[in-house]
């Protein structure tokens, strides 16, 4: 029985790191993206888009893991 919890809980863990990442909020100067570690390059396009609708482009500010996955902040410079 033990063995199968940990198993699921295992799953579930590893299921957390493939979120694709998506905006999670945006305004003219931030964007904060949140996914899995291994879409980081994603992240940036991302934010790259954001930034570009107000003429700007993405400049990483921060990056840190969460319960879910991981949380890059953009600042959105000229």
């Not at 879409?39 to 319960?67: F, M, N, P, V, W």
């Amino acid at each position: 029985m033990k063995i199968i919890a940990v198993f699921l809980c295992v799953v579930a863990v590893s299921g957390c790191s493939t979120i694709r990442p998506s905006v999670e909020s945006s305004t003219p100067r931030s964007v904060v993206i949140e996914g899995g570690v291994q879409y980081a390059t994603d992240a940036t396009t991302l934010a790259q888009a954001e930034c570009q609708k107000h003429g700007r482009h993405a400049r990483l500010r921060s990056d840190k893991q969460d319960i879910i996955g991981w949380v890059w902040t953009y600042d959105c410079v000229e």
